[in-house]
């Protein structure tokens, strides 16, 4: 083993999962980084491999490694068990969901599109306190769900946005929120962002908020207003799959799930059963988190041959997957990443 290689945990997840995984795992290698991969099962494969959707293997390796790469993991809807992405996140204290989104191949509906959502993780209303009350014959006539954010909480993933910012040379933070209806539960975060800006990063940084309604219309009529949006948990979540879809789609956003345990590298999208096993996914947004979690193990100058050689293979090359109006299957795209970064 060379001194030098880094132990993480690999997931390679469902549906889609293993084909953008094995992508991924073709274009780190090119780079020369060596990873010394644990891999194990998690979601739909896990209940398959372990029968549970989060083995304890799973989560002993990534306490051993505190860093993973991995693939979509399935959710039932409604009924069965609960979300293991939202269990990682819970178990290593994943408090911070980065999830930037840059235009990549122009000449889409949207262009010099560079947004950031810092997503509260581990809060709001994904806790899943929710149950039903039987009324007569119906055992579902009433839901009900209680969305919990902490001070605690709120100020830990601000500060964490308001630093990324600054560091990364950004110019605004937007605080997200529904503080006009939901004014305790986003109430506070809205409190904590205007206080925390007061207190520590008014003369370092641009801030101002924005009601989530009126941020999404925003974002379609005119995206370039917003540079970081920070936010609680659900609107995050909702958000950056819209910020994605103004960059060409799914195939195209990454995320890093950043906590005090671990660090979690991911694509924004999910299994998508649709293109399962189909070779036709695109593995950008897994690439990305990848380059994500090569400058979290401050590798910077690989991370940018590998965004160098993803816009390449898109701009230069053409070689584009479907979901971008390409011809490219999943392997094609890759060994073409792949040549890129070789010849580089
Ligand atoms: P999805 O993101 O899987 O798919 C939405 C649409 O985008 C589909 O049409 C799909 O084909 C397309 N798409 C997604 N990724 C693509 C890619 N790389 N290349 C080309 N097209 C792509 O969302 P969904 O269908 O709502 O969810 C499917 C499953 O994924 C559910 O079980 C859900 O719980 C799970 N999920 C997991 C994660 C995660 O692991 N982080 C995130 C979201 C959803």
């Known amino acids: 083993m060379p001194t030098d290689s880094i ?3 690999l997931i390679p997840g469902d549906g889609i999962g293993p084909e953008i995984v094995a992508a991924t795992l073709e274009a780190l290698d090119a780079l020369g980084v060596s990873f010394e991969w644990d891999v194990q099962s998690a979601g739909a494969s896990g209940v398959r491999a372990a029968g549970d959707p989060l083995p304890p293997a799973t989560l002993s390796s990534i306490r051993r490694t505190r860093l993973a790469l991995k693939g979509p993991l ?10 293991s992405n939202v269990r990682l996140r819970e178990e290593f204290k994943l408090y911070a969901n980065l999830r930037p989104s840059r235009t990549l ?3 889409g509906r949207y262009e010099d599109i560079d947004l950031v959502v810092v997503r509260e ?6 806790m899943g306190y929710e149950h039903f009350i039987p009324i007569d014959d119906d055992p579902h006539a009433v839901a009900m769900s209680t969305g919990v954010n902490t001070r605690q909480g709120s100020r830990r993933l601000l500060e964490f946005a308001f630093e990324y910012a600054i560091a990364k040379g950004r110019k605004k933070i937007t605080v997200v929120h529904k503080a006009n209806i939901l004014k305790a539960l986003t109430g506070i975060f809205l409190e904590t962002a205007q206080d925390l800006y007061q207190r520590k990063y008014r003369d370092r940084i641009a801030m101002d908020d924005v009601i989530v309604d009126a941020c999404a219309m925003k974002l379609v009529l005119d995206p370039w207003q917003f540079d970081v949006l920070v936010t609680t948990n659900l609107f995050g979540d909702i958000l950056s799959d819209e910020i994605a879809g103004l960059v060409g789609g799914l195939g195209m956003a990454p995320g890093a799930n950043i906590g005090l345990d671990a660090a ?4 924004v999208h999910g299994s998508a059963p649709d293109i399962a096993g189909k070779g036709v996914a695109n593995p950008v947004a897994l690439m990305l988190a990848a380059a994500m979690m090569l400058d979290h193990c401050k ?3 690989e991370a940018s041959r590998l965004r160098d050689a993803i816009s390449k293979t898109l701009n230069v090359d053409g070689v584009r997957t479907g979901d971008l109006r390409g011809r490219a299957s999943t392997a094609e795209f890759t060994r073409a990443v792949v040549s890129r970064i070789r010849s580089a």
């Open 121 to 126: 993780n581990n809060e709001g209303l994904y």
């Open 7 to 9: 132990p993480a945990t």
């Open 74 to 83: 399935e959710t039932p809807s409604g009924g069965g068990y609960r979300s």
């Open 299 to 301: 590798r910077p100058v």
């Open 105 to 107: 191949v122009p000449g």
């Open 264 to 267: 979690i590298f991911e694509a």
